[in-house]
């Protein structure tokens, strides 16, 4: 029944995207330009037209229960007709109950564009009637699976396949459908090659011609919030910019059967190319008939953990992505590579992480085969400012490396259905204690191998780490059955945004240290002057010391200043919050109200002459942000701030902590208007020194050493990196928009080559034969170790030399690895692209810091800015190679990371170096 509400009542969410109106879920394969009575004559998958472009449409398929069965062939038609066969059997009396049910449409072969492997899987799959989805019946045939397929949006478009086998056709037509859409610059998340021929038939006729239509994976709720958290445009063009919000329906999970995820034996060719799969050894448990069940050790698997501040399992992965991308991108690996995600939800222990915090910690990897064996854990020891909670580190008591993992496959989608997961722990659990296996039961591994466009039989585990003589027992909680979901799991609304509304007038600037939730920052100001306004006298009233605060902050905006200038608002306008007032009889309530010097008057703002408003820095510790929108009603933003102060204490165990008496309530609106956006700020207690420390725009007393005999400042470095990974560089003058630099001389390994298409952006083409060389690929065979970061550079053609029509592939790229002093005796490169350097002595530059992730749009302007800054300063400069090095950690949030531009000064005598191997470079 609960089904049956659900396929009545789902929410239509996308108003306006077509002509302002709301759009029809079709029950049909092209509803613009086929009657549906000669499309689908029965019951067919639905799905909404969210928009068309004139070559494809976008649409958004819902939510529903689907059967499949799953090949390897060499053959694409002769799978899909084997594959039919079996489904046939089935809705004609292969089940459980022998019960026979109407056929239903579109039939659907789920494959991949053929890459090294002729072997191809391919699957095949129908939706399952209504009338059976609530108690579907067990086909008899275990290679035919039910599963819940979540809502996705998908590419559609109608090709001339009229015959009902499926074959080569498909697969041209699917390479030209991918050329289209990256073509028109549509996003692909996830996909690797995956695509979906759907076939209708006009009539139950066996004669009746067939309508074919392919669809290419383009994003579903998982992949929507990941890229809402990592504040990412993801959408498909055309419904860009709509104004509509985008929300997500799912199936109640207690409407979900167990039954559907259940396996009777797992498959086998899970993993395939281009992924890079670990070399696993299988063998069955001994006493246990469920073939589902194994023993299994990967004996080269290669991993990239993290441990994300977050209570919840929908959080954990969104809020682990950035971090762990960044992490394969330094290390060379590429996303497509890494063959799965694993989520790790362990139990709280209580006497380490106390009682009031979350009940379970999650650790997010991404694993490939070519590993050492073991888990290579990259794990989150400091993240801007925070710490890993103790559970996570007693886990395997200090260990990487395991004995093996009692095994569980299971179906579905393992973000969309906890409970699914949980039962199946369950299960697995109980299946071995009753056959007095032992294993770590504080902790399960949520193993998840295809990526989310893979929506037919996907195959998931749930794994326990094996305890094969019983040692590590002693102290463990036990688990517990459920996994939190935040409440983001199942809102209808999405965070607030604030973007549009800084465009007529200037706003408040500040940079994302972390993200916590979807709605939960620790944001850090920039260091700028605010103007700070209190009430005239004491107040009973917050409203009226508010009146009195912002009355004296307008006169002074107005003219009553020192210039007697007026000085235009920025946003928003901050009040602060006095919650604590424990006798509102006491008429004491000073209200102060706020708002930044806006940036032309940072460097010299009007003097106020009103003793109420001062003019001062603002603090320089971070602040926990979240946004609430909404009429102002008192009762309601206090409620906002008391979740707001549960998710905070709920994080204790990372070492967030908050001052109760430090918040400050901004508005981005007009006063007079009903519906306002608010953004509630809560000051984090006590700013620590490594907080500073990670702030590149904090005051030069906090955030430099002071070298005092020549007045050299060194630029801020990770806390324990040594001087051989990162020398020293000193800023020995500092300008108010550049510094003059001093970089170290060291012998170094420089590549030089020419880029184009992706490298551009990653480098990693560039850095490789630097890696090799460094690991062992040299005339010793020797392996370097506490290498230095990379300074990399790029040549920057004359605007005659742009004239001649250099392609982007003919620009020249060149990186270069300082070398540990110990290493006394360098050896030469087998690469006759790699050479060793030994530069005269240190140089001076010009550069600017760039804080975020720095796409190639940020490099051409930063390159720019960096330029005319320059030029109108009058410094004379190298213009031919710019230069650019960071010193951040490979796990170091994006948004924190600090990139240095620079020029080399212009008749700085660097010298030509000194070959000691290879081909003659410079080293700049």
């Not at 259905?417 to 039961?441: H, N, R, V, W, Y």
């Not at 550079?793 to 592939?809: D, F, M, N, T, W």
Request: glycine residues 6%.
């Amino acid at each position: 029944m609960a089904s049956k509400v659900l396929l009545a009542t789902f929410v239509l969410v996308y108003v306006g995207v077509c002509q302002g109106h709301f759009h029809h879920w079709h029950l049909l394969g092209d509803s613009t330009s086929v009657a549906p009575e000669t499309v689908c004559t029965g019951e067919c998958a639905e799905f909404e037209l969210l928009c068309s472009t004139p070559e494809y449409d976008v649409r958004r398929y819902k939510s529903a229960l689907w059967v499949s069965t799953t090949m390897s062939d060499l053959s694409l038609s002769q799978a899909s007709a084997r594959g039919r066969k079996r489904l046939h059997d089935y809705f004609r009396g292969a089940n459980g109950k022998r019960l026979k049910m109407s056929y239903t449409a579109p039939m659907v072969t789920q494959t991949r564009v053929a890459s090294e492997s002729p072997v191809r899987e391919i699957t095949v799959s129908v939706p399952l009637p209504e009338r059976v989805a609530k108690n579907p019946p067990k086909p008899t045939d275990p290679r035919v699976v039910i599963d819940l397929v979540p809502e996705a949006i998908m590419y559609v478009k109608k090709f001339e396949g009229r015959s009902a086998r499926v074959g080569f056709v498909a697969d041209l037509e699917a390479k030209n459908f991918f050329k289209t859409l990256k073509a028109n610059d549509e996003p692909l998340h996830d996909n690797e090659g995956y695509y979906y021929v759907a076939q209708y038939s006009s009539s139950e006729k066996s004669s009746a011609p067939i309508r074919t239509e392919i669809a290419i994976f383009a994003l579903n709720e998982k992949t929507h919030k990941w890229l809402e958290f990592n504040d990412r445009q993801g959408l498909p063009k055309c419904i860009r910019g709509k104004g509509e919000h985008m929300t997500w329906e799912k199936m109640g999970q207690s409407d979900i059967p167990l039954a559907l995820s259940t396996r009777e034996q797992c498959s086998t060719t899970y993993c395939q190319a281009p992924k890079k799969c670990p070399k696993v050894e299988t063998k069955s448990v001994e006493g246990i008939d469920d073939k589902s069940i194994q023993l299994k050790h990967m004996k080269d698997i290669k991993a990239w953990a993290y441990v994300p501040p977050t209570c919840y399992y929908d959080t954990a992965f969104p809020a682990s992505t950035g971090p762990l991308r960044e992490s394969l991108n330094t290390s060379g690996v590429t996303l497509s590579e890494a063959a799965m995600t694993i989520t790790v939800a362990m139990e709280k222990r209580e006497e380490l992480d106390g009682k009031n915090s979350c009940q379970k910690f999650f650790k997010v990897l991404l694993a490939t085969g070519g590993g050492k064996g073991g888990l290579e854990d990259v794990q989150m020891k400091e993240e801007a400012g925070l710490q890993m909670p103790k559970t996570a580190e007693a886990i395997h008591q200090g260990h990487a490396t395991i004995a093996g993992h009692y095994s569980k496959c299971f179906g579905g989608n393992a973000y969309y259905e906890p409970i699914i997961i949980t039962s199946t722990a369950k299960l697995l659990m109980e299946q071995l204690k009753d056959k007095k296996k032992c294993f770590l039961g504080d902790h399960i591994s949520v193993l998840e191998y295809h990526p989310q466009s893979r929506l037919f039989d996907r195959h998931n585990e749930i794994n326990l780490d094996a305890d094969p003589d019983c040692s590590d027992q002693k102290g463990r909680p036990p688990f517990t059955f459920n996994l939190p979901v935040s409440k983001d799991y199942n809102r209808t609304g999405e965070k607030p945004s604030v973007g549009h509304r800084c465009d007529t007038q200037e706003c408040t600037k500040h940079s994302v240290v972390k993200r916590l939730k979807n709605n939960l920052d620790m944001i850090q100001y920039k260091p700028e002057k605010w103007i700070f306004a209190k009430g005239a006298s004491a107040s009973c009233s917050e409203a009226k010391a508010f009146e009195k605060g912002l009355s004296s902050l307008l006169l002074y905006l107005n003219g009553k200043n020192e210039d007697k200038s007026k000085i235009e608002m920025t946003k928003p306008l901050y009040g602060a919050l006095n919650i604590s007032r424990t006798d509102p009889s006491k008429c004491d309530w000073f209200t102060s109200v706020s708002t930044s010097v806006p940036e032309n008057l940072t460097d010299d703002p009007p003097k106020p002459i009103d003793d109420t408003v001062v003019v001062r820095p603002g603090a320089k510790n971070r602040f926990f942000l979240s946004l609430y929108k909404g009429k102002y009603v008192p009762a309601k933003l206090k409620q906002h701030l008391m979740e707001m102060f549960e998710d905070l204490d709920s994080l204790k165990p990372f070492g967030v902590d908050y001052d109760p008496e430090d918040i400050w309530l901004g508005t981005y609106d007009s006063l007079d208007k009903e519906e306002r956006l608010y953004e509630v700020a809560v000051a984090r207690k006590t700013a620590s020194k490594d907080d500073i420390k990670m702030s590149a725009e904090a005051s030069d007393e906090h955030e430099r050493n002071e070298d005092a005999s020549d007045g050299k400042v060194a630029l801020p470095k990770p806390e324990g990196c040594s001087e051989s990974v990162c020398p020293t560089v000193y800023v020995t003058k500092n300008h108010s928009n550049f510094m003059e630099l001093l970089l170290p001389s060291r012998r170094s390994v420089c590549h030089r080559t020419k880029l184009c298409g992706e490298h551009q952006s990653s480098g990693r083409k560039l850095l490789r034969p630097i890696l090799a060389y460094l690991n062992g690929d040299n005339s010793a065979s020797k392996k370097i170790k506490d290498f230095a970061v990379p300074l990399l550079k790029v040549r920057l053609y004359s605007a005659e030399e742009e004239e001649k029509g250099i392609s982007p592939c003919d620009r020249e790229y060149q990186a270069c690895v300082r070398l540990p002093d110990e290493y006394k005796d360098i050896p030469e490169p087998n690469n006759k692209e790699v050479s060793i350097f030994t530069g005269p002595g240190s140089f001076h530059g010009y550069g600017i810091a760039v804080r975020g992730h720095v796409s190639k749009a940020v490099a051409s302007e930063a390159t720019s800015t960096l330029m005319q800054t320059l030029d109108k300063e009058n410094v004379p400069y190298d213009k031919t190679w710019l230069a650019y090095f960071s010193y951040d950690k490979p796990l170091t949030n994006p948004e924190e990371k600090i990139t240095y531009f620079l020029f080399i000064k212009k008749g700085e005598d660097i010298g030509e170096g000194h070959e000691e191997g290879g081909s003659n470079e410079t080293e700049n």
